[in-house]
């Protein structure tokens, strides 16, 4: 069975400086990966995914996320954080595209 | 609208009562997918359809709970009996085929309150 393990169930971090959400998965089989973002009081929204090719995926937001398939990580960085990224973030794994499995997601806290 | 949309946005109900949540997915998409978001926890999966296939119901919780899909259109998510811990968010997702996607493209959810 597939599961997703994010380390850190909060992340606090100053404006302007780099994040790393981290993000580990079991499966038997190949997977695909997805990062999806949600803002206080709105849906989830799709970040990024990796299904397949360069291991380093980027998405909206000036966000990437790097796949290594030796060590079942797909942690999500961006370089330099805005307050507007202040949101929950859940990683999610799907064995041929059908259902998600869900992280319990990280929240991260931009401070100025 | 180009999105996936979830009616009604907010349902505070009695315990005991039934209820039931709709959702209108993206047009053309044929797989539609229920998830189910407690306070403070991620998402789980509770039902899947794909076309005409029999759907997916391995994350229902209770015999409390169905749902029903028409075609590769709306779906509805039926409560029976409501608990207090029913209460979350409740978030349908629907996925296209074309190219292989594999994206989920969710709607707003459904806050359900069980008094």
């Known amino acids: 069975a597939q599961s997703v393990t994010q380390l850190d169930s909060q992340v606090p971090v100053f404006e302007e400086a780099p994040v790393e959400l981290r993000c580990n998965y079991s499966?038997?089989?190949?997977?695909?990966l997805f990062w999806y973002v949600q803002y206080p009081n709105q849906g989830l929204q799709l970040l990024l995914k990796?299904?397949?090719?360069?291991?380093l995926v980027k998405g909206i937001n000036g966000f990437e996320a790097e796949f290594n398939k030796s060590q079942t990580s797909f942690h999500l960085r961006k370089p330099s954080v805005h307050i507007s990224d202040t949101a929950e973030y859940f990683c999610?794994?799907?064995?041929?595209?059908?259902?998600?499995?869900f992280g319990a997601g990280t929240i991260l806290r931009v401070k100025s | 609208g180009a999105g996936v949309s979830q009616s009604p946005s907010n349902k505070v109900t009695e315990k005991g009562k039934d209820v039931e949540l709709r959702c209108d997915p993206i047009?053309?998409?044929?797989?539609l997918y229920w998830y189910r978001q407690r306070l403070g926890q991620g998402l789980e999966f509770l039902i899947y359809?794909?076309?005409?296939?029999?759907?997916?119901k391995s994350g229902l919780p209770s015999d409390r709970f169905s749902a029903e899909r028409t075609g590769e259109s709306v779906s509805t998510l039926t409560i029976q009996r409501t608990q207090q811990e029913d209460s979350a968010v409740y978030l349908c997702?629907?996925?296209?085929?074309?190219?292989?996607?594999?994206?989920?493209?969710f709607g707003p959810g459904t806050r359900l309150l069980v008094l």
């Open positions: 997702a629907s996925r296209g085929d074309i190219g292989g996607a594999k994206t989920q493209y």
């Open positions: 499966s038997s089989v190949s997977v695909y």
């Open positions: 990796y299904l397949s090719g360069s291991t």
């Open positions: 999610a794994v799907s064995e041929n595209g059908n259902k998600l499995v």
């Open positions: 047009s053309g998409h044929t797989a």
């Open positions: 359809f794909q076309g005409n296939s029999a759907p997916d």
